[in-house]
């Protein structure tokens, strides 16, 4: 199979061989698109029974699977796919009445972008592999760049059981001087502090038990953190994460 051009939602056959051409050749597999942090969509045809989640979507709209649990399940070599938690046509975060929903596997779709986005992630982790370096986290913590709280709400509230934005407005613990809020930026107007992603993850991992799997999925979703990317590979690596 050659594929020149990604559909806009591809199957999971299409994902991988496309990656394999686009990473060297290296196999893919579901587990392996999902390890790397890639949500699975499924087009829910309308179901009169379930009216809230699907709106004006009278013809339905694609669901996608991110609660650890379906996806674990996904990566584990699971025979058909159950969604347990989705976002409704909103994207308001919905949890469905048991036993969820079923589908084949062959249902899975991945979307265009976030293909292309993680096949320009591993091509910026391979270059910079062929001129390692060593990150001092401590300097990490001191940059003078960062994102805004707004990045840090879409990025990381929903792994959380906190308040997150009170937690970053607090400025305590983790999230103040002497963690993720950048020191530089603390200066400023109350709405020009910046967080570094990074030690916000570990902390969040460290601190709030926050799983690696949805903080690595985070780093491969959001266009803001793709600055980012390689600085946390190369974080993980060691930290032995």
């Not at 949890?95 to 079923?102: E, S, V």
């Not at 992630?121 to 390692?132: N, V």
């Given at each position: 199979m050659t594929i020149t051009e990604l559909p806009f939602r591809a199957t999971t056959a299409q994902a991988c061989h496309w990656l394999a051409q686009?990473?060297?050749?290296?196999?893919?597999?579901?587990?392996?698109?999902?390890?790397?942090?890639?949500?699975?969509?499924?087009w829910l045809d309308y179901d009169a029974d379930h009216p809230a989640l699907f709106g004006d979507a009278n013809g339905g709209y694609a669901a996608p699977i991110f609660f650890e649990g379906d996806t674990q399940r996904l990566a584990a070599g699971s025979s058909d796919v159950l969604i347990t938690i989705t976002k409704d046509v909103y994207r308001i975060v919905t949890?469905?009445?048991?036993?969820?929903?079923?589908?084949?596997l062959d249902a899975l779709r991945f979307l265009k972008k976030d293909l292309e986005r993680l096949a320009n992630?591993?091509?910026?982790?391979?270059?910079?592999?062929?001129?390692?370096k060593v990150i001092n986290v401590d300097e990490a913590r001191e940059s003078q760049s960062g994102i805004s709280k707004d990045q840090?709400?879409?990025?990381?509230?929903?792994?959380?059981k906190?308040?997150?934005?009170?937690?970053?407005?607090?400025?305590?613990?983790?999230?103040g001087d002497e963690g993720a809020r950048v020191k530089g930026s603390t200066k400023k107007?109350?709405?020009?502090?910046?967080?570094?992603?990074?030690?916000?993850?570990?902390?969040?991992?460290?601190?709030?038990?926050?799983?690696?799997?949805?903080?690595?999925?985070?780093?491969?979703?959001?266009?803001?953190?793709?600055?980012?990317?390689?600085?946390?590979?190369?974080?993980?690596t060691l930290l032995g994460k």
């Open positions: 686009h990473t060297g050749g290296t196999p893919w597999t579901l587990a392996r698109l999902i390890e790397n942090g890639l949500t699975p969509y499924v949890k469905l009445a048991p036993p969820g929903f079923r589908r084949e992630k591993l091509k910026r982790e391979a270059e910079a592999e062929k001129e390692p840090v709400l879409i990025a990381f509230a929903k792994l959380v906190i308040d997150l934005e009170q937690a970053l407005d607090g400025g305590g613990g983790i999230f107007s109350k709405n020009k502090i910046v967080w570094n992603p990074i030690t916000l993850a570990l902390g969040l991992n460290d601190v709030y038990r926050v799983p690696m799997s949805p903080l690595k999925r985070a780093f491969s979703t959001h266009d803001f953190l793709d600055a980012w990317a390689a600085e946390w590979q190369h974080t993980l």
